[in-house]
């Protein structure tokens, strides 16, 4: 009796959960909604309801603001750097609901069970971005690699979305087993799960484990299975193949939260728990971020596929990121921060028009698509040109200020030449970005293109029309498009928000 009485479950901080109890919560609202029969149900409710599981979750996230505390053991943390991530994942999951309203995978795979998949995904990324021991971090991982294996391949009567889906479900089930294999190691010299018993031990006077093998092993273990999930070279073959074949909505989603969340837990882990073996990991991540910024930029060169180009453009903008995590500074992770913030609004404003192309023209994702957008699709034309704009870092963008934070920090944090490398990757950059702003204001579409446009040209499109050409059924892509495009207008020229946001965020690593 006495020991049942003494008996006690654990604490749950339910404010601290709130953010990802909502999608959770929404996911299995979403998926029990979708099983009913009526078509407005399904096409119109299932992604209101998954619009709102995002919405109560950012405005959750909002609430949480400015708390800094541990939950569920100290297995999860609530701070700002996570709070601005599950932000970040909020805001990418949100575009892509809306990029997906006439997409053909949500009724090729069902409704409820894309958005359910979408928001356990966006739940893994939460899950992973607070991560404070190594438990959580890999669960994290596996829920939202293994919605994503999924979501890649929902277009089941494509070929190259099922293809997608396989090859990324091998390369990031290597990945995965990459990393494991790397904390297993880590645990093995350290005793430790926990992110800050692990700098603890590494950081001790005597019998130090940091410049033991199995540590060291371990780290390059574990750097290797998380460079599988950034696209960073030379782990980042699946990529172009991935993005290519995935749905446009899931290619855009993956581009920017997927990065995101790799990235978050980057610099928790790298800069928490094994900041006293910085100086072992630091330069073999500053090597990995050059090669990165060259084969990126460089494979982006000759590509005339748009998906493959943003995919390779995404390849050099992770050696980029990686800068950040590298410098092992506060500055480091404030520019990493704000850079993955620019870099939402800057993807999302270009896969919103390349999926909008992609419904009008019997020319997919090709360059040749955007020919002549100009001057027959203006609401589309100016989001692209300054999403490509913003990602070569042209002044007046988004992408200029959050690349000159990422120089100012490598050179503050002694790694002056990462920061050349940085402005070399982004004058090649120039060759494809301008390239694409070329197409659209200085070419003509063809007449034929024009005159092929007809319900023949969109088998995918669920219940379409022959009007799917006309700008007011593309409302939504334009919505995303403008606001995108917007966003990395406003903040190039005032970014003071997003240096706030960026700023909690850094404090947030007491460590460093």
């Known amino acids: 009796m006495t020991v049942l009485a003494a008996a006690k479950g654990p604490y749950i901080d339910w404010a601290g959960l709130s953010p990802l109890l909502a999608l959770l919560v929404g996911g299995l609202v979403v998926l029990l909604v979708g099983l009913l029969r009526p078509a407005a149900v399904r096409e119109r409710l299932v992604p209101g309801l998954a619009l709102v599981s995002l919405a109560a979750s950012l405005g959750l996230t909002?609430?949480?603001?400015?708390?800094?505390?541990?939950?569920?053991?100290?297995?999860?943390?609530?701070?700002?750097?996570a709070m601005a991530l599950n932000a970040i994942f909020v805001l990418a999951g949100i575009?892509?609901?809306?990029?997906?309203?006439?997409?053909?995978?949500?009724?090729?795979?069902?409704?409820?069970?894309?958005?359910?998949?979408?928001?356990?995904?966006?739940?893994?990324?939460?899950?992973?971005?607070?991560a404070q021991n190594t438990v959580a971090l890999f669960l994290g991982l596996e829920l939202l690699s293994i919605c994503l294996y999924v979501l890649c391949a929902t277009e089941m009567r494509r070929a190259t979305s099922l293809?997608?889906?396989?090859?990324?479900?091998?390369?990031?089930?290597?990945?995965?087993?990459?990393?494991?294999?790397?904390?297993?190691?880590?645990?093995?010299?350290?005793?430790?799960?926990?992110?800050?018993?692990i700098a603890a031990s590494l950081g001790g006077e005597s019998g130090s484990p940091v410049d033991d093998p199995l540590t060291l092993t371990g780290i390059g273990l574990v750097a290797t299975g998380?460079?599988?999930?950034?696209?960073?070279?030379?782990?980042?073959?699946?990529?172009?193949?991935?993005?290519?074949?995935?749905?446009?909505?899931?290619?855009?989603?993956?581009?920017?939260?997927?990065?995101?969340?790799?990235?978050?837990?980057?610099?928790?882990?790298?800069?928490?728990?094994?900041?006293?073996?910085?100086?072992?990991w630091a330069p073999a991540l500053a090597a990995l971020a050059a090669v990165t910024i060259v084969v990126g930029n460089v494979g982006a060169l000759g590509q005339s596929s748009l998906k493959r180009m943003l995919a390779w453009s995404g390849v050099a903008q992770a050696g980029y990121l990686l800068a950040g995590v590298v410098?092992?500074?506060?500055?480091?992770a404030q520019a990493t921060v704000f850079y993955l913030a620019v870099y939402l609004f800057m993807n999302l404003a270009a896969f919103a028009v390349v999926a909008a192309r992609e419904r009008e023209s019997d020319r997919g994702d090709?360059?040749?698509?955007?020919?002549?957008?100009?001057?027959?699709?203006?609401?589309?034309?100016?989001?692209m040109t300054i999403a490509m704009?913003?990602?070569?870092?042209?002044?007046?963008?988004?992408?200029?200020?959050?690349?000159?934070?990422?120089?100012?920090?490598?050179?503050?944090?002694?790694?002056?030449?990462?920061?050349?490398?940085?402005?070399?990757?982004?004058?090649?950059?120039?060759?494809?970005?301008?390239?694409?702003?070329?197409?659209?204001?200085?070419?003509?579409?063809?007449?034929?293109?024009?005159?092929?446009?007809?319900?023949?040209?969109?088998?995918?499109?669920?219940?379409?029309?022959?009007?799917?050409?006309e700008p007011h059924t593309q409302l939504e892509l334009a919505i995303v498009a403008v606001a995108c495009g917007a966003a990395s207008l406003i903040f190039g020229i005032i970014p003071?928000?997003?240096?706030?946001?960026?700023?909690?965020?850094?404090?947030?690593l007491g460590l460093l």
Not at 108 to 121: F, I
Not at 327 to 332: I, K, P, Q, S, W
């Open 62 to 81: 909002v609430w949480q603001w400015d708390e800094r505390k541990s939950i569920i053991s100290g297995a999860l943390a609530v701070d700002d750097l």
């Open 226 to 280: 998380l460079a599988f999930k950034a696209s960073v070279a030379p782990f980042h073959q699946w990529t172009p193949d991935v993005y290519e074949g995935a749905p446009t909505p899931i290619t855009a989603f993956m581009a920017v939260a997927t990065k995101a969340a790799a990235f978050g837990i980057l610099l928790r882990f790298f800069d928490v728990a094994l900041i006293d073996a910085a100086p072992d």
């Open 389 to 469: 704009l913003s990602l070569a870092g042209i002044p007046a963008t988004a992408g200029f200020v959050g690349k000159f934070y990422l120089i100012d920090a490598t050179v503050e944090g002694g790694y002056t030449w990462l920061g050349v490398a940085i402005v070399v990757g982004s004058m090649i950059s120039l060759g494809y970005y301008l390239r694409v702003i070329a197409a659209m204001w200085l070419s003509e579409e063809p007449e034929a293109a024009r005159a092929s446009r007809g319900p023949d040209m969109q088998p995918a499109i669920a219940g379409g029309s022959p009007e799917v050409d």
């Open 327 to 332: 410098v092992a500074t506060r500055l480091g």
């Open 496 to 508: 003071s928000p997003l240096f706030d946001v960026a700023r909690d965020a850094g404090r947030a």
């Open 95 to 130: 575009a892509t609901v809306l990029l997906s309203l006439r997409a053909p995978a949500p009724p090729a795979a069902g409704h409820g069970e894309y958005y359910a998949l979408l928001l356990s995904a966006i739940a893994g990324m939460a899950v992973l971005a607070g």
């Open 163 to 197: 293809e997608s889906g396989f090859k990324y479900l091998v390369v990031g089930s290597v990945g995965s087993a990459t990393l494991l294999y790397g904390l297993a190691l880590i645990y093995g010299a350290t005793g430790a799960t926990d992110f800050s018993a």
């Open 366 to 383: 090709d360059i040749s698509a955007l020919a002549g957008i100009g001057a027959t699709r203006p609401w589309l034309a100016w989001p």
